[in-house]
């Protein structure tokens, strides 16, 4: 069944010539040479004033990425991209380590404001009712968690302010761009970066170990809940700069943090590169809540431009009884190449990913997760929707594992798909491994499998069996997007309304 | 990984091509033939796929099969009784068609290798793609097989049964059968033997408008030998055909199947059952492209695993552009019986037009507890209840054939492996 007139609206309203963030901003920049080298390479760590380990660290990788290829399995089509036509490391000039927002190139606080990104802690607090701290216990988590967000903006490739550092180191919570990290907590880089995505994990992966330039740290101590949500705010403005940030979320035993990321370009007509990589890792009982609203500029409506989303990102789910979880709306990006994925190491650990993908115009969307369980007792579960309007392909591509010893595997995957109009495709290609007789994996491609209590429940209310399934799956959606803060779910917003009608595996 | 290496030629690839070279004088084929050949060997010197390569991720054959066995002339297979009785069976002994095919009416039966002799299946003897190592590996060695057609209009009765029968060594076969519009039949595939064998077998089917086929594929090849197939089928106009493969057997097994429908109202159905024990390797790999409006396909295929046995099941729907209102299903269910064992899946769906219904579903799990117990508490004993439920699991897709004699067949067919590896 073709999909409904309301459903082809919304898409509308986000197709890729509505991009709303492709504004360019003139900042004097620092620049290192176009290209790469072992020289650059130096540059960026000399820049950034790191250690010699890291260094070597970097510079290992690169040398393994010369022996690498670049991949071919993802359902995507470009042009060979020039490796030595990028500019690796591009910084506004006004900041060499701002303490206070006040240090901040004005430009840039201007680009922030129009994206909608709140970085003045000020505004933020009047937001919130209660600000006594012994107030606030009472406050349910809800309020607590909408009202602030503590938010580090990586501008090209140097993380430009982050907020709210004080308040969330009372609590022990190190939230701090990784430049910063890797100078001052030295030995919590050294233990955990590159143990979840090995330098030598992918070809994105590797180029990002060797040149990464920025990113987030995160690090929530033993026993804490993480006080507000944390968040990074990724934009790129330089021409013909690549971004490779690299993001690091650790939680120790019992911790819990909530993280969000949103991304956004400038429109232009060269493809840009960005090659980023997260780790996380979740000790016993931990559990990392991880989103991403994802609109990079997708090109305009003939396919120029837009940028090359390659990203690998991670979850280690270590500890026992620990719980990853993923969450995406994916819209921009003119190619999209992400499969955010969780290691279920832990007995009892459980792994997440809900991910809705829209593309339009001549997007290519490769996306998906892999679950790959290892410990005892472990569970996953996969809910993937995708989009395809225009002369957009998306492709599901996710993998399901059960090791040898991990006994009572259980995984449950559903992917739908829906297409706007005869020009574009919908592919969904699930791989799923079992070698162990106690696993349980189940995927389905079928709107009827919906929980039959629930629909009854609904139905029994007169309401049409197509507006019910809808109804929970779009409760299902919002519950989900519901969690991220209104500044960054404006594109996710937009498509809670989307039904599932007319949808296909 | 990714290196830029250019790998030694594995012992079974070296054996290949000077196989190639012995035995092209034996080979029979005109010069058009003889120029597929010289292609498909180039395609083999290329080497053997890896899992490098998608279609083979889970079958990497240059390292399943790293040695093949020589050709052997003195090897002699003997016919075996058909699964059903009554059948008109055509025998393929150790790669060899017989010179007294039996006489149907409507239905002309030619011994392959005058065909390739005389030139006239050359067209058909490309392999579909790079990545296409059985049809490549078929058309380098191809000798013999049967070239079937069924006049239009035509209705059989009893089953052709076409039997290709090892003894050891290899053999290469290959079965173009055309079934004219508005004829009925039921074709029996078996594929059987001793000894460490290498077949392969290549079936080409082409349907005709409003013709109905019933294709049955009986895999029991002994635990030592390596079976590569293909099974390639074109449907026409409102034709429909129901395929059927039962894998028992084998040690190393990949069974191809690529259908096409070609005529609007053209309806696919494919069940299988794979029975897996030892220390083998099967792989069941569908394409399935859906190339014209209106037209549905079913796939429903059935896993048991035993032992260290190793299963796959590869399906992809392609649904083209035009192709527009296209139904397809496809389901498939494993039973995971032994730890030492797994099973690997991966459906996937490609469409390309916004008007369709598809969908998939895929499980991997053992035996219901809930099931089991309900027997249980009967009475039954569990050995006996996890035999019954596991047979019906796989029974239920023999079932739903309508053809009684079919299904008494293979039902005896499912009892046999049953009472040699329940």
């Known amino acids: 069944m073709p999909a409904v007139q309301d459903t082809i609206d919304r898409v509308r309203k986000i197709d890729v010539d509505q991009y709303k963030y492709g504004f360019q901003t003139e900042i004097a920049v620092d620049k290192a040479p176009k290209g790469l080298s072992e020289d650059i390479i130096r540059f960026i760590s000399a820049k950034k004033d790191e250690p010699s380990w890291m260094l070597d660290w970097r510079l290992e990788a690169y040398r393994r990425w010369l022996a690498l290829e670049e991949p071919t399995w993802a359902r995507v089509n470009y042009p060979k991209i020039d490796f030595q036509d990028i500019y690796y490391y591009a910084a506004p000039k006004s900041t060499p380590g701002p303490t206070s927002l006040s240090d901040v190139d004005p430009e840039i606080l201007k680009v922030y404001e129009k994206l909608g990104i709140p970085l003045k802690e000020q505004e933020i607090l009047a937001g919130v009712q209660k600000t006594d701290a012994s107030e606030l216990e009472e406050v349910s988590d809800n309020v607590y968690k909408s009202g602030r967000v503590a938010v580090d903006a990586v501008f090209d490739s140097v993380s430009v302010v982050t907020t709210f550092k004080k308040e969330l180191a009372q609590a022990g919570v190190i939230f701090c761009s990784i430049s910063e990290a890797i100078r001052e907590h030295p030995e919590l880089v050294q233990k955990y970066l590159g143990s979840v995505v090995p330098t030598s994990d992918n070809f994105y992966a590797t180029l990002n170990s060797a040149v990464f330039t920025d990113g987030s740290f995160v690090f929530v101590p033993k026993g804490v809940r993480c006080p507000m949500e944390l968040s990074t705010y990724f934009r790129m403005n330089e021409k013909n700069t690549g971004q490779f940030e690299r993001t690091l979320i650790i939680a120790e035993e019992g911790a819990y943090v909530s993280y969000l990321e949103g991304c956004t370009a400038p429109q232009r007509d060269e493809n840009q590169l960005h090659a980023a990589v997260v780790e996380l890792v979740a000790l016993d009982d931990a559990e990392i809540k991880y989103s991403t609203v994802q609109n990079w500029y997708p090109g305009d409506a003939d396919g120029k431009g837009g940028i090359y989303n390659f990203v690998t990102k991670r979850g280690d789910c270590r500890g026992d009884r620990s719980k990853i979880s993923w969450t995406q709306v994916e819209t921009g990006s003119a190619i999209t190449w992400k499969y955010p994925s969780c290691i279920l190491r832990g007995d009892d650990s459980s792994g997440e990913f809900y991910s809705i993908a829209v593309s339009n115009g001549y997007q290519q969307v490769d996306s998906g997760t892999k679950m790959i369980h290892l410990g005892k007792n472990t569970s996953s579960r996969i809910i993937s929707k995708g989009i395809a309007a225009g002369f957009s392909q998306n492709t599901y591509r996710g993998q399901v594992s059960a090791h040898r010893k991990a006994t009572n595997a259980r995984n449950f995957t559903n992917c739908d798909s829906l297409l706007i109009g005869d020009q574009c495709g919908a592919h969904t290609v699930p791989y799923m491994e079992a070698k162990n007789s106690t696993a349980q994996f189940e995927h389905e491609a079928t709107t009827s499998k919906i929980s039959e209590d629930q629909k009854f429940y609904v139905m029994q209310r007169g309401i049409p069996e197509e507006e019910a399934i809808a109804l929970i799956v779009n409760g299902f959606v919002k519950d989900v997007i519901q969690q991220l803060p209104m500044e960054f779910a404006v594109e996710a917003q937009k498509l809670i309304g989307i039904s599932l009608e007319g949808s296909v595996g | ?422």
């Open chain 2, 1 to 422: 990984m990714n290196m830029h290496t250019q790998p030694q030629r594995t012992p079974a690839e070296t054996a290949l091509i000077d196989a190639f070279g012995d035995r092209l004088s034996l080979l029979p084929g005109d010069g058009a033939v003889m120029l597929k050949r010289d292609d498909a060997i180039e395609a083999i010197k290329h080497g053997l796929p890896t899992r490098r390569i998608e279609s083979w991720h889970y079958t990497d054959l240059r390292r399943l099969l790293n040695v093949v066995p020589d050709f052997d002339p003195a090897a002699a297979a003997k016919a075996i009784a058909p699964i059903v009785d009554g059948s008109t069976v055509l025998t393929l002994l150790n790669g060899v068609s017989s010179a007294k095919a039996p006489v149907v009416e409507g239905v002309s039966v030619q011994r392959l290798f005058e065909k390739l002799t005389d030139g006239s299946i050359a067209p058909g003897l490309d392999p579909y793609g790079s990545d296409d190592a059985i049809g490549a590996l078929n058309t380098a060695f191809v000798a013999d097989g049967y070239f079937v057609d069924i006049a239009d209009g035509v209705e059989l009765e009893k089953p052709i049964e076409l039997q290709n029968l090892q003894a050891g060594g290899q053999t290469h076969v290959r079965l173009p059968v055309r079934v004219g519009a508005g004829a009925k039949a039921v074709i029996v595939e078996r594929q059987a033997g001793e000894g460490a064998a290498l077949t392969s077998s290549v079936c080409q089917l082409v349907l005709g408008e409003g013709a109905e086929v019933t294709w049955l594929i009986v895999q029991e090849q002994p635990e030592t030998a390596t079976h590569l197939a293909q099974f390639k089928a074109h449907i026409g106009k409102n034709a429909k055909l129901t395929l059927f493969v039962m894998n028992a057997g084998g040690r190393l097994v990949r069974q191809e199947i690529m259908v096409k429908t070609t005529g609007e109202g053209a309806d696919f159905k494919l069940r299988g059952i794979n029975l897996l024990a030892g220390d083998t390797h099967t792989d069941v790999t569908m394409v399935l492209d859906h190339a014209v409006p209106h037209t549905a396909s079913t796939e429903v295929i059935r896993n048991v695993v035993t032992g260290k046995a190793r299963g796959v099941f590869q399906g992809r729907i392609n649904v083209h552009q035009y192709a527009q209102k296209t139904n397809a299903k496809m389901a498939c269910n494993t039973l995971l019986l032994s730890d030492d064992g797994e099973f690997s899946t991966k459906p996937e769906l490609e469409i390309f037009a916004d008007d369709v219904v598809c969908g998939h579903g895929a499980t991997v799990t053992e035996i219901d507890h809930d099931h089991l117990f309900y027997l249980m508490a009967r009475g039954v004993d569990e050995k006996s209840a996890r035999g019954l439920l596991v047979k019906a699991f796989v029974a239920e897709v023999i079932e739903e054939l309508d053809d009684e004699a079919i299904v008494e067949a293979l039902e005896a067919r499912l009892d046999d492996w049953f009472v040699t590896h329940g």
